[in-house]
């Protein structure tokens, strides 16, 4: 398989038969120097997505507690310019946002054209933790696959680039991350009894992201689901697919800024004309 699993839209996704340790046969010092190559050529093609100006990359990032959003998204901020780079995390919906509709804290933080907007969480958890723990009823949640598929698709008809990542780890990982929280006093400050409460939900939630991953994968909004047991392999699987994604767009971004350029230098010939 190549470095993670892209679901096909439609497709039913069974999270039990995709390898949270996989690894692709790397060893840890490839995949960072591959990783690395993979953030040069990032870094290289934000500069055009930020120059044209004609689409926004917008990605998101799910994954049960402790699978490494935060280490993932920090990863992605070392390659590209963070001038145009927004993150958001998506938190407990504040009474504002409760009183919305809700999509409507999301769309607020959506990508510029010319921006990446990155998601720590996001509306997908108005189909993930809300199911869970049944905040609202059964037919309300399930009419939301059709509704964020509707907003998803506006996105990408207005030029966002939209790529959704689901980090997959074993529980067993989980409670190794966990307790060594408990062990580093620089980690502490992150513990929560919600995340070992969580941890008895651990299937259902699985269940839920099934779902999600099989209702709402889409050709202009694809879910990939990266093992993530091993945070090395994990960095470059999500380099690797954000690359993929955006290579296809460099050579239409480049002819634009050739077209562009060649207006700017004959305004710029017109007006040293001018002043002779
Ligand atoms: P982190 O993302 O680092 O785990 P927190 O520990 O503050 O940050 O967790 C954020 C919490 O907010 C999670 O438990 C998540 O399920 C919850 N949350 C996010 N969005 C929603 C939502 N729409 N409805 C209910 N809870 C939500």
Redesign the pocket.
Same mark, same amino acid.
């Given at each position: 398989m190549p470095y993670s699993v892209l679901v096909e839209p439609g497709a039913k996704v069974d999270l039990s038969s995709i390898d949270p340790n996989f690894d692709a046969g790397l060893e840890k010092d490839a995949a960072k120097k591959l990783t690395k190559a993979l953030g040069e050529e990032m870094a290289e093609l934000q500069e055009l997505l930020f120059a044209t100006g004609q689409n926004g990359l917008l990605l998101v990032f799910q994954g049960p =507690?402790t699978a490494g959003? =935060?280490g993932a998204i920090n990863q992605i901020l070392e390659f590209v310019n963070v001038q145009s780079t927004k993150v958001y &995390? /998506?938190? +407990? &919906?504040t009474s504002i946002e409760l009183a919305h509709d /809700?999509l409507w804290r999301v769309h607020q933080r959506t990508p510029a054209k010319g921006e990446i907007a990155i998601f $720590?969480?996001s509306h997908y @958890? =108005?189909v993930? +933790? +809300?199911r869970v723990h049944e905040?609202i009823p059964e037919v309300e949640w399930r009419s939301r696959y059709k509704r964020i598929n509707e907003f998803e698709k506006l996105l990408a008809d207005s030029g966002t680039i939209i790529l959704k990542f689901m980090l997959h780890i074993t529980p067993e990982e989980q409670e190794e991350r966990l307790l060594a929280r408990e062990k580093d006093p620089r980690k502490a400050w992150k513990l929560?009894v $919600?995340d070992w409460k @969580?941890r008895e939900n651990w299937q259902k939630y699985q269940t839920a992201f099934e779902d999600a991953l099989h209702h709402c994968s889409a050709e202009h909004a694809p879910w990939h689901v990266i093992p993530a047991n091993k945070k090395w392999f994990r960095d470059l699987a999500v380099s690797e697919a954000i690359v993929s994604a955006l290579r296809p767009y460099k050579e239409s971004w480049m002819a634009h800024l050739a077209e562009v350029g060649v207006k700017a230098k004959a305004e710029l010939a017109e007006y040293r004309l001018g002043r002779k």
């Amino acid at each position: 398989m190549p470095y993670s699993v892209l679901v096909e839209p439609g497709a039913k996704v069974d999270l039990s038969s995709i390898d949270p340790n996989f690894d692709a046969g790397l060893e840890k010092d490839a995949a960072k120097k591959l990783t690395k190559a993979l953030g040069e050529e990032m870094a290289e093609l934000q500069e055009l997505l930020f120059a044209t100006g004609q689409n926004g990359l917008l990605l998101v990032f799910q994954g049960p =507690d402790t699978a490494g959003k =935060d280490g993932a998204i920090n990863q992605i901020l070392e390659f590209v310019n963070v001038q145009s780079t927004k993150v958001y &995390p /998506f938190k +407990v &919906p504040t009474s504002i946002e409760l009183a919305h509709d /809700f999509l409507w804290r999301v769309h607020q933080r959506t990508p510029a054209k010319g921006e990446i907007a990155i998601f $720590n969480r996001s509306h997908y @958890e =108005d189909v993930l +933790v +809300v199911r869970v723990h049944e905040l609202i009823p059964e037919v309300e949640w399930r009419s939301r696959y059709k509704r964020i598929n509707e907003f998803e698709k506006l996105l990408a008809d207005s030029g966002t680039i939209i790529l959704k990542f689901m980090l997959h780890i074993t529980p067993e990982e989980q409670e190794e991350r966990l307790l060594a929280r408990e062990k580093d006093p620089r980690k502490a400050w992150k513990l929560s009894v $919600n995340d070992w409460k @969580e941890r008895e939900n651990w299937q259902k939630y699985q269940t839920a992201f099934e779902d999600a991953l099989h209702h709402c994968s889409a050709e202009h909004a694809p879910w990939h689901v990266i093992p993530a047991n091993k945070k090395w392999f994990r960095d470059l699987a999500v380099s690797e697919a954000i690359v993929s994604a955006l290579r296809p767009y460099k050579e239409s971004w480049m002819a634009h800024l050739a077209e562009v350029g060649v207006k700017a230098k004959a305004e710029l010939a017109e007006y040293r004309l001018g002043r002779k």
